[in-house]
């Protein structure tokens, strides 16, 4: 069974200062792994996934297999990036779309 | 493009009463997935349709069941309501049965008293 663990529920940081998010998943195949965002009153959205290896909005995470962890990263943290953020797995194969979330942080971001 | 709909938006049932949600899944889109997003919890996946038929399930009972339309949309039924089904429930859509990425809705808050 797949698991991810967000270990942070609530990460406060001023404006300018480098935030990082922590997600650490267990699973034994390759997975594919998300970050999803929620901003106040809206809906659920894809931020990024590592397949894509793109920035979003200043944000970058990369997989790391032997930790097996997918951090969300940003060098220079802006009052918008205030939101509540989860991190998700697809395990793939029979799993079919099946997406297993972590319990999300919500990162405040003060001016 | 709307993109995901869900209704309603907010239901309040009683103990034992039955529910049932609705989900149009974003244009472009065939495969419908639902998720239950207890307070302070992340979402919870439920189950997928695929080609109007179940295609994955999660770790919940029987009562839970749905349903999938030619055009694509989808209902989720509950029967037999229990104070812990209450919860915000997401639909997400996406392409092909395997399809990343989903692409949520604004949810159906569900509140049993």
């Known amino acids: 069974a797949q698991r991810v663990t967000q270990p942070e529920k609530l990460l406060s940081v001023f404006k300018g200062a480098p935030v990082e998010l922590k997600c650490n998943y267990s699973?034994?195949?390759?997975?594919?792994l998300f970050w999803y965002v929620q901003y106040s009153r809206q809906r659920l959205q894809l931020l990024l996934r590592?397949?894509s290896r793109e920035s979003i909005k200043g944000f970058t995470a990369d997989l790391n297999k032997g930790e097996t962890s997918f951090h969300l990263k940003k060098p220079f943290a802006q009052e918008e990036d205030s939101a509540m953020y989860y991190c998700?797995?697809?395990?793939?194969?029979?799993?079919?779309?099946?997406?297993?979330f972590g319990q999300g942080t919500i990162l405040t971001v003060h001016p | 493009d709307a993109g995901v709909t869900q209704s309603p938006t907010h239901l309040i049932k009683t103990r034992g009463q039955q529910v049932t949600l609705r989900c149009s899944p974003k244009?472009?889109?065939?495969?419908v997935s639902w998720y239950q997003q207890a307070l302070g919890q992340g979402p919870q996946f439920i189950f997928q349709?695929?080609?109007?038929?179940?295609?994955q399930r999660g770790n919940f009972p029987d009562r839970f069941s749905g349903h999938q339309f030619p055009n694509y949309s989808s209902e989720l039924n509950v029967n037999a309501l229990l104070l812990g089904d209450s919860a915000l429930y997401l639909c997400?859509?996406?392409?092909?049965?395997?399809?990343?990425?989903?692409?949520f809705g604004d949810g159906t808050r569900l509140s049993i008293l």
């Open positions: 699973y034994s195949g390759s997975p594919e």
């Open positions: 349709y695929y080609e109007e038929e179940e295609r």
């Open positions: 997400a859509s996406s392409l092909g049965v395997l399809g990343q990425p989903q692409h």
């Open positions: 590592h397949i």
């Open positions: 244009s472009g889109h065939d495969t």
């Open positions: 998700a797995l697809h395990a793939g194969g029979t799993s079919y779309g099946k997406l297993t």
